[in-house]
């Protein structure tokens, strides 16, 4: 499918959830706000999107759906998530909880269960359990072979589509002494198990996504066919960490649309807010703030663009890109949501006031997706895993790095190759050892006054400063020391800096470039100690988001060049 056919199927779901939401519509402010309040799954709304056929894009196209590439998807989650995160997070825990098949599963298995969730069956991820939080190898559910298939036992809890789904896709273990080969994945269909008993455990009160299905699953003596298995007995762990590159890359749309709705609150109520005589938009401080969360947005933008297109790009570079862009994204989205609140006030909580309290619901949802499919920490533990990799072959000028890398910012990408996917980078990260070539590129295209030569200069030295403590750390026994995860962060924001130089060497138009620079500057404040970016610069970001309604986007918004 072309650029502009994919970018057509993203504005069509856009143009209907525009429809949705008006008075009565299943994504009317006022419905939702209603639903969170009584904590009531919005069945409505996730119907429309079953209607409008958005489940088929959740099924790659070889197996009988309509996806065609994973920045898809993504564009399609980050829509529905820019009107509720509620329903984006409940209607597309299916597209995470198939994923494991789409990366392990066998043709026919895929192919069943693609049908399936085309025809609207939902599917859970039966991952966690009970006082193991994160230990994926410390689950008790077991499965053990039997006459007709496999028999499984046990709990898995705090599952998004627990009750409501119809399908679920079981991390069991199958040998005793458990390991990384000890486990395995199941599909189980809760309406056809060969013998014993599923049984729903109760929905968990949450503090935010307060309608979603968070509950949990109870097999007692459940019979699932030998066809059940995705991919080989002892597999399960290594395929779920494989599913989880991707997973962890999809959960940054739930973050993108939550910022572009928190932009866009925004702006609604600085153009309406009066005081002294004018518009909070005019005043040079609110200006500033809102520049500076606009950045955070377009740079989270930015880093999911890259991550998102390296699943087809860069398969084998997956294991630190997807923790990156699941540790990086939702904290700099959760930080612009912060500086929104600030400029909302009380207002923003007030759901008789201001827009139903849609900013406060969905800053309240949002808190949920830096913990979904590993926290930060654990995101972050696996980059420093990586420090002895990342560290090696830096700072040679490859001035062909920005043609080489272009594929993960614009053109078509190629098919996903799964047998790709590695379970540690072989390599490190060609984006950033790349850095000294994109600079070059810049450079050479004469970007800039010296001024951004200046940050160009400074995002350079702050690199390669980065690259000297990996290439120095040395691991040590047990948990890593604070100051190891904070230079996990802080190569994050060389990450971020790398995907914005890419940026600026393939899109020519001057929007694009002016709104890039001001991402990068961003960049340098974080990682320059006493660097302080003037306030024009993020004013002028200001101007950009208020004149767009709060829509704002780093890329060309020509069908043809969206990396989307």
């Known amino acids: 499918m072309s650029a502009k056919a994919v970018t057509s199927a993203v504005s069509a779901l856009e143009e209907a959830l525009h429809r949705w939401r008006e008075p009565g519509g299943p994504f009317s402010p006022k419905e939702l706000a209603r639903l969170d309040t009584a904590e009531a799954f919005p069945a409505a709304a996730c119907q429309a999107l079953d209607e409008a056929g958005l489940t088929a894009y959740y099924v790659p196209a070889r197996h009988g759906g309509k996806l065609t590439g994973f920045p898809q998807v993504v564009a399609m989650i980050r829509a529905v998530a820019r009107h509720d995160l509620t329903v984006a997070i409940a209607h597309g825990k299916t597209f995470l909880g198939a994923v494991s098949v789409w990366v392990a599963g066998t043709p026919d298995v895929a192919e069943w269960l693609g049908r399936h969730i085309a025809g609207g069956a939902a599917v859970c991820w039966g991952l966690t359990e009970r006082g193991h939080g994160s230990d994926i190898l410390a689950g008790e559910l077991t499965a053990e072979r039997v006459a007709d298939g496999w028999r499984l036992d046990g709990e898995k809890w705090l599952i998004n589509n627990a009750t409501r789904g119809r399908l679920a896709c079981v991390l069991a273990r199958t040998s005793p002494e458990g390991g990384p080969r000890g486990f395995s994945l199941f599909v189980v269909d809760k309406r056809e198990a060969v013998a014993g008993e599923v049984r729903h455990l109760a929905k968990v009160k949450t503090l935010g996504i307060r309608g979603a299905d968070i509950s949990g699953l109870s097999l007692q003596g459940v019979v699932v066919p030998p066809t059940a298995v995705v991919g080989e007995p002892g597999q399960g762990a290594e395929i779920v960490l494989k599913a989880l ?227 120095a750390h040395r691991a040590g026994p047990g948990m890593p020391d604070a100051d190891v995860f904070l230079l996990a962060e802080r190569y994050e924001w060389c990450v971020a800096g790398a995907a914005c130089l890419l940026v600026l060497s393939h899109f020519h138009d001057s929007r694009s470039r002016a709104l890039t620079r001001v991402c990068l500057e961003l960049v340098v404040e974080r990682l320059v100690v006493d660097w302080h970016a003037s306030d024009e610069v993020f004013a002028a970001l200001a101007t950009h988001a208020l004149e767009g309604g709060g829509a704002a986007t780093l890329f060309p918004r020509d069908q043809e060049k969206t990396p989307w």
């Open 245 to 471: 590159q991707l997973t962890r890359t999809s959960c940054a749309a739930l973050s993108l649309g939550a910022g572009d709705h928190a932009i866009a609150l925004a702006v609604r109520f600085l153009r309406e807010r009066r005081l002294y005589g004018r518009s909070l938009a005019e005043m040079p401080l609110v200006r500033d703030e809102l520049g500076r969360a606009t950045a955070r947005l377009l740079l989270a933008e930015a880093v999911t663009a890259v991550a998102t297109r390296a699943i087809h790009v860069l398969p084998h570079e997956m294991s630190l890109l997807s923790a990156v862009c699941k540790a990086f994204v939702p904290t700099i989205v959760e930080e612009a949501i912060g500086q929104i609140r600030e400029l909302l006030g009380a207002r923003g909580y007030l759901t008789g006031v201001f827009a139903h309290g849609e900013f406060a619901k969905l800053e309240r949802d949002h808190r949920i997706v830096a913990i979904f499919d590993g926290t930060t920490l654990v995101n972050r533990q696996m980059l420093i895993s990586q420090f002895r990799r990342l560290g090696r072959g830096y700072g040679a000028v490859d001035v062909l790095a920005a043609d080489r890398l272009g594929a993960l910012v614009a053109g078509p990408v190629p098919d996903f190759r799964r047998d790709h996917l590695m379970l540690m980078s072989p390599s490190g990260c060609a984006l950033v050892l790349g850095v000294p070539g994109l600079l070059h590129r810049v450079r050479e295209l004469g970007l800039g006054s010296p001024a951004f030569g200046a940050v160009l200069d400074a995002f350079e030295a702050a690199c390669a400063d980065v690259h000297a403590a990996l290439a």
